[in-house]
């Protein structure tokens, strides 16, 4: 089965053109979320307020245009997604952090000032989660094939195109 192309306007850009089928997190976080261990029942909880259930349903929309896409991946979702927990003790954030001399410790319990340490890249992580709460404002997103909303993620904004304005100027 080929790949649906779907031709509309950019959330982003304004531009009008050929939309990729954007997720609302990373589908990279999807498939660290599932459980190597249980080859049988893999799939990720979900827990919403009305119920939890095991899904491998991933909340994706025709959203943004490939160059859009691709200023998200860049700029913020690459190197999030390579320094957050992998799984099986691969954490590179962690790791960076725990290098360098705790600016307060007590116990196991320590603070790491990370402005003091060029190679935690703060601008990315921002660049990254206000992406995500972006993406979670402008549409209504679903968290499961039966229609539980997802848009409570999101910023509450009192017109969306007030959230694409904002975007447009942080997110190049
Ligand atoms: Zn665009």
Redesign the pocket.
């Known amino acids: 089965m080929g790949k649906k192309e779907v031709i509309g306007e950019?959330?982003?850009?304004?531009?009008f053109?050929e939309l990729r089928d954007s997720h609302l997190v990373p589908a990279a976080l999807y498939r660290l979320a599932r459980a190597r261990s249980r080859p049988k029942k893999p799939d990720p909880v979900l827990l919403t307020v009305a119920q939890r259930q095991q899904t491998s349903f991933q909340a994706t929309q025709y959203l943004?245009?490939?160059?859009?896409?691709t200023?998200f991946d860049q700029n913020g979702e690459d190197w999030v997604m390579k320094h957050c927990y992998r799984g099986r003790g691969r954490f590179r954030l962690r790791a960076i952090l725990g290098a360098s001399a705790p600016s307060a410790a007590e116990g196991d319990f320590k603070i790491y000032d990370a402005s003091d340490n060029a190679a935690v890249r703060i601008d990315r992580l921002v660049y990254f989660c206000t992406s995500v709460f972006w993406r979670a404002s402008v549409r209504t997103w679903y968290s499961s094939a039966n229609g539980i909303k997802a848009s409570a993620w999101g910023i509450r904004t009192k017109n969306k195109y007030d959230a694409t304005c904002w975007a447009r100027n942080r997110f190049r």
């Open positions: 950019c959330k982003l850009c304004l531009g053109g943004l245009c490939g160059r859009c896409e200023l």
